[in-house]
């Protein structure tokens, strides 16, 4: 395999396609926009309550931490719908298990979320 020179050109289309996979995972798939829901709820909290750095650095490694495991999901769902569309037990467990990857994170973030602004919630009350 020839080893090809690097192009700005084709690094900066790269983020084209990325940007495209963005696009189609919030029009297309309901958690996603849940998760996006939430992203912005926890982020506008988040300025309310005025994170110190390392409570900031927390939140966005979560948000992307939920964000990319339902990329990963969709991604393993849409390859396995695609490669057998009927029921199959081998697939469900196969989605099953993506989807178990999308649930541990977004319990994670759940977590980091509650250490985070319980104690802000009940200071400010």
């Given amino acids: ?27 297309e798939e309901n958690n996603a926009k849940v998760h996006l829901l939430i992203t912005v709820m926890v982020i ?22 939920v964000i990319a495991t339902e990329i990963i999901n969709s991604a393993i769902e849409d390859i396995c ?3 057998h569309p009927g029921k199959d037990d081998g697939i469900k467990k196969i989605k099953d298990l993506s989807a178990a990857a999308v649930f541990v994170s977004a319990l994670t973030a759940l977590a980091i979320g509650l250490i985070i602004f319980v104690p802000k919630i009940l200071n400010w009350l």
């Fill in 1 to 27: 395999m020839e080893k090809q020179r690097f192009s700005i050109f084709k690094a900066l289309n790269s983020f084209k396609y990325a940007c495209n996979g963005l696009k189609v995972l919030f029009q």
């Fill in 81 to 83: 719908n695609f490669i």
């Fill in 44 to 65: 506008v909290l988040s300025f309310l309550f005025g994170l110190n750095t390392y409570e900031w650095i927390a939140i966005v490694f979560s948000i992307g931490f």
